[in-house]
């Protein structure tokens, strides 16, 4: 079996639907699962519609969901025949009701717990699945709706729930496995899980890729696809480099730590079950299904560029902390770290020095309470609004003066911290999160002029005219 998984902007509209069945048919004989996003931006929408709620604004709120509720419904009512939308509709009349009477609740109370969000968002991805599912259906295809809350099994950490493997593995023998086997395509929605006790709960945002790795490291896939709006993981940010290429193949290794730094194609922690299975993942563009896209595997091929990639991750804060007192004591970076671990706050760079460390931390709501804290053992000053610039690729290891052409090749800017080393396959810095255009483009320059063509597709606008 496979998994094929459908971004926001892969089930974005009717016609965006109508090409993923499209898509779909072809890989029957291969047992597809399908995960889907929430139709674009409507994750956005949900949780502007649940602020609204929580802040006691009831009309505002009510508007909002209308809207959805519109949108849905013409797409609905474009991709199935009058009598089979008729049904459809009340179904989905039934979940925008409950929708409604869940934001009039908080909208009475005045308040929105992070639990009531996650229910409030869940809306996304319940709906769109349900929407593809009698689409598949209106089509002649053998299709399932499966609840994605009765299989993916979560702890309760509202908003970024860890998934719960064994209990979430169990549950997709259960439930997804005897539909493959009666020859049905099941359709769940990504991002969302809920706990033990089946209180709702989501991932993360862009949590749909790792929904499709955990279903497919569950059910031991052949294969696990991320269909979305770009030719494959490319060399940069298309949206920030018009000459970014297409990254024909990449190791596992590499494009983790892409994604890490900021490489949205892929959440984060979507590779995590599928190396542990060592299942093979591709990332492809629904509206060019014919290009092969990135295939992402355990082993990369041979490449006679420097690096793979760049990648820029934005809406990072520094924190440097300066010990007057204790000038870095036995314990001292002990003790500062126990500050970041009770809160909860992942440190991505560190540097150190005879008396202060800085640290990099994704911009947070509980920078501040830190800072308090660090406060009592040192100096503390934060400030935000940075970006960690990332080059990887795994020639770094055996590449004489790479740093130094990195840095020659940088226009001039403020860096505030460099780390290379800590992975051997990445070369990171901290810049202002406005220069990270200026930065990517000149490092792109610099370093894939000449792409090597087995690693590299053509560039984009040719690879377009091929479509
Ligand atoms: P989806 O809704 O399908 O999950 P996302 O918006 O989450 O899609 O991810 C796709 C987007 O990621 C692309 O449109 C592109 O702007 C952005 N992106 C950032 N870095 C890269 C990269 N290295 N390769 C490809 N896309 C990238
Ligand atoms: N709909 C969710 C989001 O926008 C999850 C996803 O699309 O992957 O974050
Ligand atoms: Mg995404």
Redesign the pocket.
Known sequence: MIVMKF??TSVEDSKAIDRVVKIVRERLEQSPVVVV??MAK???QLLATGRAAGEGEREKALDLSRALRERHYAAASELLSTGVFTDFHSELEADFDSLDELLRGIAAVGELTPRTMDNV?SF??RISSKMVAAAFSARGLNASHVDSRDCIVTDNTHGKALPQFDDTNTKLQKVVRPLLEHKRVPIMG??IGSTKEGVTT?I??????FTAAIVGAGLGAERIEIWTDVDGMMTTDPGLCKDARRIKHISFEEAAELAYFGAKVL?PATLLPAIQKNIPVYVLNSRNARNEGTRITARGPKCRNAFKAIAAKKRITIVDVVATRMLMAHGFLKAIFEVFDKHKCPVDMVSTSEVSVSLTVDSNESIPAIAADLQKLADVKYEGRKAIVCLVGENIRGTRGIAAKVFGAIPEMNVRMISQGASEINISFVIEEDDVPEAIQSLHKAFFSDPDPEVFGEPLAAEAVKR
């Open positions: 971004g926001g996003s929430a409507v994750t956005d968002v996304g991805e990504g991002f989501t993360g945002r862009g949590g749909s890729d959440h």
